[in-house]
């Protein structure tokens, strides 16, 4: 069975950082891609970030998130990282971990196991 779990959610001041977990079992880690979508109340889900573990050169970064977030991969414990600096309140929502099999993608329909989500709020 599949299983993505996240954590490190919770309440930060706008300015602040978080840092999301997903750790993931059933699946042969290193052959998925890892994506981070969120989802605002009354919007659509948005892919943030997504990395292929078997290579830290291969990730993808939404305009939104560039220069303030950043992807990561550990292997050895099947886990992703979302290290989130400079919050804003626009950065407010639900945060999933989703798997696919190779390639990445930012697309959510392209994703086949999804965790539970994790809520980020951004206080101003």
């Known amino acids: 069975e599949v299983q993505l779990v996240e954590s490190g959610g919770g309440l930060v001041q706008a300015g602040g950082s978080l840092r999301l977990s997903c750790a993931a079992s059933g699946i042969t880690f290193d052959e998925y891609a890892i994506g981070w979508f969120r989802q605002a109340p009354g919007k659509e889900r948005e892919g943030v970030s997504c990395?292929?573990?078997?290579?830290?050169?291969?990730?993808y970064y939404a305009d939104s998130a560039k220069g303030r977030f950043t992807i990561s991969s550990d292997n050895a414990k099947n886990t992703v990282y979302l290290q989130m600096n400079s919050l804003k309140p626009e950065d407010t929502g639900v945060y999933y971990c989703a798997a696919r099999p190779y390639p990445i993608s930012y697309v959510s329909s392209d994703y086949n196991y999804w965790g539970q989500g994790t809520q980020v709020t951004v206080s101003s």
């Open positions: 990395i292929s573990s078997t290579s830290i050169s291969n990730t």
